[in-house]
């Protein structure tokens, strides 16, 4: 199994963080987002990904992208320990907060956006940052009442195991500190954070500590 990743990539960090709670060992393949113009435009990573985007995870010859398929098809074929619930509804939720990150936080902070407001639009460095802070301040404001006004929120997202909610979550909240965002309006958001990374296969996943760390 190879993971094609880049360590500051939120993306490859959850697919990192849930290899690491499966427990399968994997070979780190860097391809760096910056340098050379963009190792992910290379002729060989592009006949993988056409988008251009890490992660990739090849397992022995099926090559997946997508970080929320990815951890699905782990999910699949590597069933234990689960990051779904059982329960269908409890399923959904689950799903629900991690889209709410992927997929709706997420997006609007990726590289390629911040790059084409600065270099196709012209905003500064400071108004971009701030472009950040507002989608972040926000996204996290509502996933933090979707934990706090709910009981099923334990030790983790949902209950007291970690699942694919978390598995995003903590990405996020490293990007949402790298770029100084308000978070503390979302407490209950942080005290998940924090447990999280009581966890061996949460804070050995950290971009700080991958082979590519700059």
Not at 173 to 183: E, V
Request: contains cysteine.
């Amino acid at each position: 199994m190879k993971l094609y990743s880049y360590f500051r990539s939120s993306a490859s960090f959850r697919v990192r963080i849930a290899l690491a709670l499966k427990g399968l060992d994997y070979e780190y393949a860097p391809v760096h987002l910056l340098q050379g113009g963009g190792q992910q435009f290379a002729a060989g990573f592009k006949a993988m990904n056409p988008a251009a985007l890490v992660p990739v995870l090849d397992d022995d010859g099926s090559v997946l992208t997508q970080s929320l398929a990815i951890i699905e098809y782990l999910e699949e074929t590597r069933p234990q320990p689960p990051l779904l619930p059982g329960d269908a509804t409890d399923r959904a939720r689950v799903r629900a907060i991690a889209l709410a990150i992927a997929c709706e936080i997420h997006p609007l902070n990726n590289l390629r956006v911040l790059g084409y407001l600065n270099k196709t639009l012209g905003v500064g460095e400071e108004q971009r940052n701030e472009w950040y802070r507002h989608w972040v301040e926000t996204g996290l404001a509502t996933v933090e009442a979707m934990l706090a006004n709910d009981s099923r929120t334990g030790a983790f997202c949902h209950g007291d195991m970690p699942s694919l909610a978390d598995v995003c979550l903590v990405p996020q909240i490293f990007n949402a500190q790298r770029f100084a965002a308000r978070l503390e309006h979302v407490p209950t958001v942080m005290r998940i954070h924090e447990h999280c990374l009581t966890l061996p296969a949460f804070a050995e996943s950290i971009p700080a500590l991958q082979p590519d760390a700059e």
